[in-house]
């Protein structure tokens, strides 16, 4: 039987993947919640800054100034009357090292991701932080009723 806070983490990240929908980038879509105590508190997907046209990249490379979606969940934290300690970051994938400074500096205290990102950086800083970090593989069942929701 699954855990209670299992099947919470499953819906969280199934949420942050549609979420990541919202994302113009063409290369790659990445989603992000910040949850605490059981509430969304903010939200954020890659792209651009405010004001910017919604261009990821050019000839198959992202801009330099487009923004992870965590970033964007985070520093839209600072812009509310949230905050963000003791909460656990959704994540559809893991987060690189510019990112976990951010996570750690938040006071996040989990971290769920949907897959793992080319490097690894970013997790090693995070558990050196002792955050929680945790790879949550969703099974085909679930992609379905993900893919089933997107139509």
């Not at 490379?61 to 979606?69: K, N």
Request: negative net charge.
């Amino acid at each position: 039987m699954e855990s209670k806070q299992k099947k919470l983490d499953e819906r969280y990240l199934r949420m942050a993947r549609i979420w990541a929908e919202n994302s113009y980038c063409k290369r790659r879509q990445v989603g992000a919640l910040v949850v605490k105590d059981h509430r969304i508190i903010s939200d954020g997907y890659n792209g651009t800054p405010s004001g910017f046209d919604n261009v990821c990249e050019e000839n198959d490379v992202t801009f330099p100034y487009v923004l992870h979606a965590e970033a964007n969940a985070i520093t839209k934290l600072a812009r509310s009357h949230n905050n963000s300690d003791g909460a656990t970051l959704y994540v559809t994938a893991s987060p690189c090292i510019e990112c976990a400074k951010l996570i750690i500096q938040a006071g996040i205290r989990r971290v769920i991701y949907g897959e793992k990102y080319r490097l690894d950086e970013g997790l090693k800083l995070l558990q050196r932080a002792n955050i929680e970090t945790e790879y949550l593989e969703l099974d085909d069942s679930t992609k379905s009723e993900l893919d089933d929701s997107t139509k």
